[in-house]
């Protein structure tokens, strides 16, 4: 289970200290074995700077903040464009507000893909706006991409990123988040955000948590 599993545990539940001491933490095993992207700052054939999620059109994922935080950025950034992969119940609340702002020529939704590989290697900036996540697996494919990252600091997702990662920001903070999109056009600020990916990662391995599960069970 991930840290924050453990501390909703201790916080809601009458779980004794010795009790508690018990729990194990067993890291979500990822295919880290493939290599990461050799992406640097991107390949794109115009000047569009590529923002984009993989997201469901739910209430969970606060899109509203992200398009928010985007509509702030496009104003000192008019070649940005925001790509949102996923369907969901949201969809028509989210299209009205693109409307509403004028963005339906800078925001695209684009439904359900497979290709994801192809989608994150297209991007500049990856951004995740959840209210809370329960892991965050799109963040280890971002992270395999080698695209940058900025998510909100939620739930697991410091587990998953590191907690001293620059890329946080506080959800519902539209303002924050258009401020970090400004950072990203600095590639000293976006090469901070990558450069442990490895590391990161490698926590993740499959292998790694196999054996971890494999020590549990022994000393039961």
Not at 137 to 154: D, K, R
Not at 207 to 214: F, H, T
Request: hydrophobic letters at 40%; one cysteine or more; proline letters at 2%.
């Amino acid at each position: 289970i991930s840290w924050a599993v453990r501390q909703f545990i201790l916080e809601y539940n009458e779980v004794s200290k010795k009790d508690f001491a018990k729990i194990s933490v067993i890291h979500y095993g990822f295919n880290s074995e493939l290599s990461l992207s050799n992406n640097s700052k991107k390949k794109s054939i115009d000047s569009v700077f590529r923002i984009g999620t993989i997201a469901r059109l739910t209430k969970q994922k606060d899109l509203k903040t992200l398009i928010n935080g985007f509509d702030l950025w496009q104003q000192e950034s008019p070649n940005s464009e925001l790509f949102i992969l996923g369907e969901g119940e949201e969809r028509i609340a989210l299209q009205d507000l693109i409307s509403e702002k004028k963005l339906s020529d800078k925001i695209h939704l684009l439904g359900r893909n497979r290709d994801i590989v192809r989608f994150l290697e297209s991007l500049d900036v990856f951004v995740l706006s959840s209210q809370y996540e329960g892991f965050g697996l799109v963040l280890l494919e971002s992270m395999q991409s080698n695209v940058p990252i900025l998510c909100t600091n939620v739930s697991a997702l410091p587990e998953v990123m590191g907690r001293d990662y620059q890329g946080f920001f506080q959800p519902g903070n539209s303002k924050e988040l258009s401020l970090l999109l400004r950072n990203c056009q600095d590639l000293e600020f976006t090469s901070k955000l990558t450069e442990n990916y490895r590391a990161r990662l490698d926590q993740f391995n499959p292998k790694k948590m196999a054996l971890r599960i494999v020590s549990l069970y022994g000393h039961q």
